[in-house]
Each structure stands twice: as C-alpha cells, then as structure tokens.
C-alpha cells in the first residue's frame, strides 16, 4: 500500500470530512422525502394544470371563478370568460380569496361550553350538547337565524329552513341598498334595487357612486364603462362625477365635481329640472313634470350644493345631448337621515333621462334585494335584551363588529340563552356563543348565486375540508336533524341538486338532468331567458320621448311621490366651524367591510389613492390639516356621536374642508393580520336609521379632532408630484393629440455602448392606457398571486423593501390636483441598465426580448437596482415565510427567491414558455394575444395588453401606433422600453 499523501490529497480528505461534518449541524430541519404518484388521482396529471370553474363569494356580485390546480390543491383564482358579470377579470380581493382559502385563522373544531369558555369537541358532542340548550331554550321565546346575503338556491334553503324552524330570518350585510330600494317603491312601486347596465351608455353621471371599487358589482361595471371610453374623438363616453370625496371613480372621471356633504339630491333635482326645461322648450315633455320639479331650479340647487351654477349647467347640457345618459346613485355609505330623499331625486333624473328600462334595470333580481335593513337588525336586540329571543343562530355572521353599538349588541346577546355561531374563524362575536361549529371556504362546498336575473353561476368544491369543517348549510341541516326536526336533504349537495332538476325540466325538460347539471358546472354557470321586457305606461303621462315605468304602476307622478327631506341637510349649516367636519365612511376596494382585512396581500396592497398599507388612515384636506396643524402620519383623537377613535391623519389634495374620510373594515380585535390595524369606522357612528327605508344612516354626525401627537404612515409614496418631469401626460381635448407623442416610440438613432438585440421570433411587449386603469390594484394582487411574492409586514415597509413587482404610482396634478395613476413594472428595456453592471450576467437579454432575471445567479449586489431608473426590482433581505397551510397556495411553476435574492416582474415567464411550448407541440404558430400574464388576465378595464411585438395584427403593435403613445423616460434616458403608455384622454366638460 502506498504510504505517500501529497498535498492535494490531504486536503480532498480535509475539506470532504470537515464538510460531512458540518452539514447536520447547517439546519434544525426534519428530513423530508419525496414520494411520487404510483397511481395519481382521476383527472389529476402530475406537472399540469387542472382548471375548474366556480363563483366568488367574497362579495354579493357573483363573479365567475376559473381556479387553478396543481396535485389537488388551488394555486391561483382568475376570472371566469363565460361568465357575463366579470368576463374573465376579477377585482383584488377576488384574487386575494385563494389567501383566504389557506388561512392559518381558521376554525378547524367544533367548540363548545359557557360564553367566552369554550372548549373544542368532536362533532357529535357538539351536536348533542346543542340539542339539549335548543331544547331548554327553545319554550322561552323566538328564534332568529342571521346570516350574510344570500341568493340562489342558498336563499331558497335559509327561507324554508327557517319556516321548518318557525324562525325569523335576517341576511345582513354592512354594505346595501336599501335606500334604494324604498325610492323605488315611493317613485315606481317596485321596492327593488335596479341593476344597471353601462354597456350602451354614452355618458355616465356619478353621484357619489363608487364604480371602481365598491358600488355594486365593480368588475362588471368597469368591464361596461371601459369599452364606450376606449373610443375615440367624440365617440368616448365621458364620465362625470359629483360626490363630496374624490374617491377613485372621481380620480378616472372627466370632471369632478366637489359638492357639500348631504347635498346629491339637490343636485339631482336641479339636474333634472334643467333636463325637463329644455325639453318643454322642444315640446317633448308633459306639465306633470313641471309640477314635480318647480322648486328645484337650478341655481338654487347649485347654492345649496356649494358649487358652482356653470359647472351643472355644463353638466346638464352634455346630458340633454347625450342619446343614451345615466345617473348612478350614491352608495348608501355617503347618505345621512334623508337617503331614500336623495336616492329618489336620482332616479327622478334617471326618468328625465330617458334611462329607465334601458340602463336602470328593474325586474333582474338583484342579490342586494334579499338584505334585510338594518332596522330590522336593531329590532332583533330590542327583542333579545326584552328576553323574547330564545336562540340566535349566526351563520357567517358578525354582528358586534357589523354594528355602530356593540355595546347594544353585546347586551342583547348576553340576554339570549342561546347562541350558536357558524364561522371560519373566531371573532369579535365568538365569545358571547355557546356553541361554534367551523365552516369552510365557499372553494370548498357546494353552492350557487343569482346575481342577476339572465345568469346563475355554480360553486363547486375545489379543495378537501380541513379539521372538522362543513359547509354552513351542512351544519344547519345536522342541527334540525339533532332537534327532531330532520330536512328532507342528508346534505347542501342534495338540495342544490334538487334544485338544478326543477331548473333543467323547466329550460331543457328534453334533457337529461346529470348532463344539464355537468355542462353547467363545467362553464361555470347558465345563462337564463331574460325578464319579460317591461310595457310602457301610457304615453300621455310623461311625454312622448319619455321611457315609462313598469305597467304596475298605472298613475302618473306627482310631487306627492318624492319622499320630502326631513332634516336639515349639512348645506344649512355652518361648514366653516375648525375642527367639526362631516365623517364620511366608505366601504374601499381593499377592506370592503372588513372580510377581507385578515389577508395579508389585501394589507400590503397600497391604497391607490393614499398609498397606505396596513393602515386605515384619516383622509383630511389641505387646508384643513392647517387649521388643525397636523400633517402626515400625526396621529389624532376623532370624537364622534358613537364614541372616540386615534387615527392617522393622511393628507389628501384637493378635499373639501369640511369633510372627513375614513373607510370601513379596519380595527379588527381577531386575526394575526387583521388585529390591530386600522381603526374600526362603525364605531365613531350612532346606530340611527332612516325612517322610510329602515337602513343605517352613515353620513350624520360631526367630528372633533385633536392632535395627539406626531407619528409615520406606512405608505409606499414616492414623490407624490412630477415636477414637469414627462411621466404622465393628459389630453385635455376630445380627439387624440397627434405628432410629438407618436414619435416618442419611434427606434432612437444608433447610440448606445451594447450590441443591437435581434429577435428571430417573438419579441414581447405591453402596453397601458393610462385612460382605462382607474387605480384599482388587481393587478398587484395578481402578480403577487401568480409570481410567489412574498408580504414583508409592516416594519420592513417603513425601511423601504416592500417586494411588489408592479406598482400603481399615484401623482397629484400640479394644475387642479387631479390624482393620475401610473402602473410600473419592469419595462424589459433594450438598452436596459441593469444588464451592463451585473458582475455576474444575472441579468440579460432574452432572444425574445425580456429582461430576464437568473436567480441562482444572482449574488445580491444590488448594482442592477442602482442602476434602474424605474426602481422596480427587489431585493430579499430575508427567507420570508409561508406560515401552514399558506404554503399550500405557492406557484410549482415559479421558484421561491431566497436571502440575498434580487427579483423583478418577467411578463410572467412560465405562461410564456408554456403556450409557446404548446405551440410548438401542437405545430402551429402562436395567436395573437394568445399570452396572458397575471396582471393582464384580471384587468378589469383592459387597460394593460401584452403581446407580441412583431406580429403585425397584435394589439399590442395596433396600440403602440395611437398617436397618444410614449415610453417612460425614453426621451430623456434612450432606455428603449418594451413598455408603451398612452396617454390619459379627457373630454372638457
């Protein structure tokens, strides 16, 4: 044996030896082994995506859901094409659900025992531990079921369920119409909320209607209002809005108009009467209509608002000359006392319009019509604190975070022997419940929604139950069992079955009902005739170019019909008073009600228009702030009627001074995301309600402020102005502004140090219209979603390394203060800086013309962020986490970045692999447009377009012509980005 050890040899030994050594000491981790399929599941290939349709539930809208699976669990939830209501798009807490199907939060055992002292049990003792308090309680009173809103066969089920019980049914949202409702009632006889239909529309009047984020059905409606604004010259259908906050639908209109709070209905009727004065003048309107509207002339009316005459006289000419005007009323979050006053005064002009029956749509059964108002919620706690409530059952309900007064709340549910609560996650309500049973996500039960009347969608589960979970409806029918009361369903799927026969004997009777059914689950839905077309009222009764109402309806108007106003509205008073501003609560695009507060992807989401994360801030005016002296991040003491709050103070340009803005949602007690962020809005309010309609009167106090001290927002904000830098351009004329802006994307004359890029077969692009994005940030969410972008929380936020892809930048226009919205991404330039300072070639260029980014190259210099001009990469500072089951929601087709880490937006790469990839497979040359990266699926105005640059018929090079197009600091910086703005148009009102 050779005795001899060289040098070399040692030191093999050394280092292999002291390297084995090592490693188990490297990491705590438990060993992991991978097992492979010996037989996968039916219908489950391992490596490819599984897409099955279903509906959204996190709002009453009922948006198509195609989601995403990889090995049997959702990794991603994008809009539904067939579907009529989104069309394929989808709203940011659409996309954060799939967040929320993954919750750590959430109730996996049945609880039971004392009030705040319960204790987890299986399923059968709960059951049986409530059947013997249902049977002691059940002879002392009434019995109550509250749950959220329902429709479809849901509604079906809760109405017979609680008939079987001999119990009152309540469906209670924060968010509703009922004001609305009662206008309608008073104006047509119909107390119904209407739906309205954008589509043909030719000018759009918003009075204080939230588009954008909330208001009804916002994907739908910014799907409708996209298209007749997507033309050009006078074809554009402008988008007016007169509101007291500039909320987003206000930042993306034409014209803002600012009016006092309280004061829409009076703007209405003076609109209304300038509309039907210039129609008496053409002969074309009855003498009832002079009746009605005397009063209100229309400078009075502009005095009483608090703006000014030439602004609704403009306003209402544009009107008389429109072939096809709406008026959308507010939603019932800005209304006061007086809101079914002001909700009626719109639908008085919608009349005067001509819009009735043909963009105000009666009849389409309209999910916000099943709402109980919230009088009747108040009725229920005078009842229970009388100890005339036996039982209350809570379905997915929150009544103490849902009402002004939890205090109200709290002593009617003390007083009640028993309270069951059905709920995914313990809340603020939980701790006044005997018994709790777990629900489960709507991606995992069965179920369907109505959402208008042509359309029923279906809801398929998508995902195994977790713990003990069941769907809501399966708990409720193993409760009547275990109270002697059995249903005639073993379970929710049998009934929704039992449904769908009834519906299929009546549209197809030829059919056979499994394959009726399986067509339907597979598209997501079934479209349904549409509602018998209205007959017009006799044409004497309001003028021969005037739509009549509902044939119910067989009298003409008087002024007898429109509800009087009965309190005095703010424009009465004295605005000026420092320091006693109107609170104004709204319901945002991100928080909603608060349901989606427990996200982090909904929290770290900038708001659009403060740029604020995991915050709720207190919106204030310029002016006001001085008066005060506090300024960003100051935190304040807001006293209202209902109680007392500290708030952050965020500065908003262009507000009114007497008015406050503070959404709903925040301040949560429950949830490691949601506890303790934001302030809770309700809670500043008194539980008062309209008398005609019976709703929540938001809009009714004042507020003090006092200053408290200094402090920090947690915004994302750069430079909130442009300083005549040329990122943001605006036509303020009714046709495309031509020439300068056209040569802007035009090649630049040879220049730069790199090599030309040659692109031999595709060459990726995207364009934004900066016209059609209204600031609503699903594509952040999107992209987050898509792209395993992990949320940093709040106090990496505050050093700068938040980890978005794309942002929406907002910037305040130095001329009126118009907030303008800038989506940024990488812009995968083809002198791209990033690319000549990496040491490593972890940046470079594609032979398709992207940008792309090696991440296990990547050494993390951080030369290449140096370097952007666009700021849009990010650097991983950290292994940020996935707690369980989160970790379950992460893209197999994208790798998790690690410390040290820089990453950026890459248009999506593994969808572009894979449908070109397909392509080739298939032996056929890829579709135009046929690639769809996340934040391009979901937009719901179509306002980013991705494509291929060298295709001639894409819409991407169509787009890259208009003479409105440009590239971000291409002028100034020979970047030559793949990424083409246009311009934001406006039409002068």
Partial sequence: MNSELNRRTFLKWVGAGTGAGLLPACTDAPVQKLYAYLEPPAGVTPGQARWLASVCRDCPAGCGLHVKTREGRPIKLEGNPTSPINQGALCLRGQSALQDLYDPDCLTQPQVGQPGQTRSVPPTQALRFFAEKWRAASAEGSVALLSGGQTGTGALFFQQLAEQWDARWLAYETVQFAALQAASSHLFGLREVPRFDLAETDFVLS????????????????????????????????????????????????????????????????????????????????PAWAKILDPYHLPKMAGRAGCA??????????????????????????????????????LLLD???????????????????????????????????????????????????????????????????????????????????????????????????????????????????????????????????????????????????????????????????????????????????PPEAWDEITKNVWGPQEVATRKRRQTPLTAADLPRRKVVDSSGEDSSLPGSPWLLTYASGRLYDGRSANRSWIQETPDALTQVVWDTPLELSVGLAKRLGVTDGDQVRVGGAGGIQKLSVRLIPGARDDLVALPLGGGQWTGRVAAGRGSHALALLKAETMSES????????????????????????????????????????????????????????????????????????????????????????????????????????????????????????????????????CQHCENAPCETVCPVFASYHTRDGLNAQVYNRCIGTRYCSNNCPYKVRRFNWFDYSWPPPLDQQLNPDVSVRSVGV?????????????????ARAEGRALAPDEILPACVQTCPTGALRFGDRKQADSRVSQLAKDPRAYRLLDTQLNTQPAVTYLSRKRTEI
């Fill in 902 to 918: 820089m990453e950026k937006c890459t248009f999506c790469i593994q969808r572009i692999r894979e449908r070109t990839n397909m």
């Fill in 309 to 346: 005459v030439k602004q609704l006289e403009a306003l209402a000419s544009r009107l008389v000359q429109a072939r096809r005007p709406v008026a959308l009323p507010p939603a019932e979050t800005q209304l006061g006392k007086d809101g079914v006053f002001e909700q009626a005064a719109v």
């Fill in 694 to 825: 019976g709703s929540l009167a938001f809009l009714q106090t004042r507020v003090s402020i006092r200053k408290l001290h200094s402090g920090q927002l947690l915004t994302v904000e750069g430079n909130p102005r442009t300083h005549d830098r040329p990122i943001l351009s605006a036509d303020k004329t009714q046709k495309p502004a031509g020439g300068t802006q056209a040569k802007q994307v035009d090649p630049h004359p040879p220049g730069s140090f790199n090599e030309p890029h040659h692109f031999p077969e595709h060459m990726w692009g995207m364009t934004v219209d900066l016209d059609l994005c209204n600031g609503c940030s699903a594509c952040v969410v999107a992209c987050q979603a898509e792209n395993n972008i992990a949320t940093v929380g709040p106090e990496q936020i505050t050093q700068g390394r938040e980890m978005h892809w794309i942002r929406i930048e907002r910037y305040w226009d130095q001329a009126d203060d118009r907030p303008l919205f800038l989506p940024v991404m």
């Fill in 351 to 529: 009349l005067a319009l001509g819009a009735i029956d043909q963009s105000v749509l009666y009849g389409e059964q309209n999910p916000y019509n099943l709402l109980a108002p919230a009088q009747q919620l108040q009725d229920l706690w005078q009842q229970a604190r009388a100890g005339k409530l036996s039982a209350l059952i809570l379905v997915d309900s929150n009544p103490i975070y849902q009402w002004p007064d939890k205090k109200e709340v709290q002593e009617a549910l003390a007083q009640i022997p028993l309270v069951v609560q059905l709920t995914r996650r313990l809340n603020e309500s939980s701790p006044w419940a005997q018994v709790i049973l777990p629900t489960c996500h709507f991606l995992q039960s069965w179920g369907d929604a109505q959402p208008r009347a042509d359309w029923i969608a279906l809801q398929q589960p998508v995902y195994p139950l977790r713990g003990q979970q069941a769907a809501a409806e399966d708990w409720l029918i193993q409760m009547s069992t275990a109270m002697g009361k059995p249903t005639a369903w073993r379970n929710f799927r049998q009934c929704l079955a039992q449904h769908w026969t009834g519906l299929q004997q009546q549209l197809e009777p030829e059919a056979d009902a499994t394959r009726f059914f399986r067509s339907a689950l597979s598209q997501g839905g079934r479209a349904l005739p």
């Fill in 207 to 286: 009075l204080g209607a939230d588009l954008s984020e909330s208001w009804m059905s916002p994907v739908e409606h910014a799907r409708q209002l996209a298209r007749p604004r997507s033309a050009l010259g006078e074809q554009r259908a402008p988008l007016v809005c007169v509101s007291p906050r500039r909320d987003l639908t206000a930042a993306a209109a034409d014209a803002w108009i600012s009016v006092r709070p309280g004061s829409l209905g009076w703007v209405a009727l003076g609109l209304a009467r300038a509309v039907i004065d210039h129609k008496a003048a053409a002969g074309n309107a009855s």
